[in-house]
């Protein structure tokens, strides 16, 4: 029983380069969320989806960030024209059911060079 | 909006001390309360919660209980090991009971050295 896999776990990219990162919940998961951690801070929400749909963006920046769960296949969390600030570990959760426990991924790492 | 405090790390405690984390919430409504654990490298994992006023939840000899007089959710172990060397975050749900959508504090690393 696969827990909340993300890929890459590190993932370089250059100022101005796209940045794609996957989360594949566990099975049977439909709510996927998205976390961005800073260096030396804690994690703050940035989206929240069901299948096909945003449900909450609440927390995602305006601009060159999106995110997506398509019918089949991973939730992905693009990252266009990547700057420095971009820098940090981003986490994926997914839950069965909009209230309960959310299990967490191993993070993908991203560094703007 | 939501917010969470706790205590400023880093922590050093030597084998079998007592640890105590302080963390204090504000919210609009009535929020669930999380400790997360996040050992270097790895993900966060659940270490325990609490849904509601005076609830304790507790795992692996950590408790807490909801304070809803004094909006704490303060983390204690009788006895520290050097394997609960990591970081802990402090977190709450909005109103709705929502589990997954979660407000965290800033993180305390604690260091247990023999």
């Known amino acids: 029983n696969a827990g909340v896999m993300q890929n890459p776990r590190h993932l370089v990219r250059r100022r101005g380069q796209e940045a794609r990162l996957r989360c594949s919940p566990m099975k049977g998961h439909s709510h996927v969320y998205w976390y961005r951690q800073l260096p030396e801070e804690g994690l703050k929400f940035m989206v929240y989806l069901q299948k096909e749909n945003i449900i909450d963006e609440s927390g995602m920046p305006k601009e060159r960030f999106s995110a997506e769960f398509p019918k089949e296949g991973p939730s992905i969390l693009r990252i266009q024209q990547v700057v420095r600030g971009d820098s940090a570990a981003y986490f994926c959760?997914?839950?069965?059911?909009?209230?309960?426990?959310?299990?967490f991924g191993q993070g993908t790492r991203l560094t703007v060079v | 909006g939501d917010s969470v405090t706790q205590m400023e790390g880093p922590v050093t405690l030597s084998e079998e001390a007592f640890l105590t984390i302080n963390c204090t919430y504000t919210a609009t409504g009535y929020p669930s309360l999380f400790w997360y654990v996040q050992y270097p490298g790895e993900g966060l994992q659940l270490l325990l919660k609490?849904?509601?006023?005076?609830d304790k939840g507790s795992n692996k000899g950590f408790e807490a209980t909801y304070r809803k007089e004094t909006t704490s959710f303060h983390l204690e172990k009788g006895s520290v090991q050097v394997s609960d060397s990591a970081v802990y975050f402090c977190a709450l749900s909005d109103y709705t009971g929502t589990a997954s959508k979660l407000t965290f504090g800033t993180g305390t690393r604690l260091q247990v050295t023999l």
């Open positions: 959760a997914s839950s069965l059911h909009e209230n309960t426990e959310a299990f």
């Open positions: 609490a849904t509601k006023a005076d």
